[in-house]
């Protein structure tokens, strides 16, 4: 396994002693990936369980489908990549992501969404403004 759900994990004082914390540059979206990526790079093994269950109340931090879950992830995807990927991939990878945003910008535009537009508008901006962390602030 490659990557598990950051909502519920449990690891050893030793992976956090060889590998450190999560990235807080994340914040939130893709700090859980990049954590198992750092682990199993590591040496480490990242493993679930297909028993254990938990109720992740998602509304608590960002929102589902809320301008500010649209932005730190849109911002965080780049991030994610460089950090993790060969540069060999990096034309690619940016060529689709941007075309993704534009479309998402324009989509959420013609269909009534502009706070949902902005935000992955703020979002491509911060992230290749490197403006991570907690980025912009919602009110």
């Not at 914040?27 to 480490?44: M, Q």
């Not at 109720?55 to 965080?76: D, F």
Request: glycine residues 8%.
């Amino acid at each position: 396994m490659q990557s598990v759900s950051g909502s519920c994990m449990l690891i050893k004082r030793s992976v956090i002693d060889r590998i450190g914390l999560l990235d807080e540059r994340f914040f939130a979206y893709y700090e859980d990936s990049d954590f198992c990526l750092r682990a199993t790079r590591a040496g480490f093994n990242v493993v679930a369980s297909r028993n254990a269950r938990i109720r992740h109340k998602m509304k608590n931090t960002l929102g589902s489908r809320t301008p500010q879950a649209y932005y730190i992830y849109v911002r965080n995807q780049p991030l994610f990549m460089i950090k993790n990927c060969p540069w060999i991939f990096w034309p690619d990878y940016f060529a689709m992501y941007l075309l993704k945003a534009l479309a998402r910008i324009a989509y959420f535009s013609v269909t009534g969404r502009p706070d949902i537009a902005g935000a992955v508008k703020n979002g491509l901006v911060d992230a290749f403004s490197r403006n991570f962390g907690k980025g912009r602030v919602f009110g």
